[in-house]
Nanobody
Framework: QVQLVESGGGSVQAGGSLRLSCAAS????????MAWFRQAPGKDREVVGRINWRGGMTTYADSVKGRFTISRDKAKNMVYLQMNSLTPEDTAIYYC?????????????????WGQGTQVTVSS
């Protein structure tokens, strides 16, 4: 498994921005897909964005398209989530996750490495 440590959460007013970071360690992740998920109180965990480590291709949930950007720094083994135009509906615990999936986009059950989560709170 990959060890993942998130940072960068916090509280912000609606319309503001935050950048989350995720440090990956423990094994080579060239064939991995990295992702950010979030879980709000009383709701299921949902994927926010995914990035293919090798090629940098990305996917996003419809709810965040145009506002959030997932990126990676291969030299530092870091994954980032830049969040702009935040709304109260973005309030959740955000998790970094990794899946060994060189050929397909993995779904929730395919991710076997998870960070501890970081809280994001957006006030109106």
């Amino acid at each position: 498994q990959v060890q993942l440590v998130e940072s960068g959460g916090g509280s912000v007013q609606a319309g503001g921005s935050l950048r989350l970071s995720c440090a990956a360690s423990g094994r080579t992740i060239n064939n991995y897909v990295m992702a950010w998920f979030r879980q709000a109180p009383g709701k299921d965990r949902e994927v926010v964005g995914r990035i293919n480590w090798r090629g940098g291709m990305t996917t996003y949930a419809d709810s965040v398209k145009g506002r959030f950007t997932i990126s990676r720094d291969k030299a530092k083994n870091m994954v980032y989530l830049q969040m702009n135009s935040l709304t109260p509906e973005d309030t959740a615990i955000y998790y970094c996750a990794a899946a060994n999936s060189p050929w397909t986009w993995p779904s929730l059950q395919d991710f076997d490495s998870w960070g501890q989560g970081t809280q994001v709170t957006v006030s109106s």
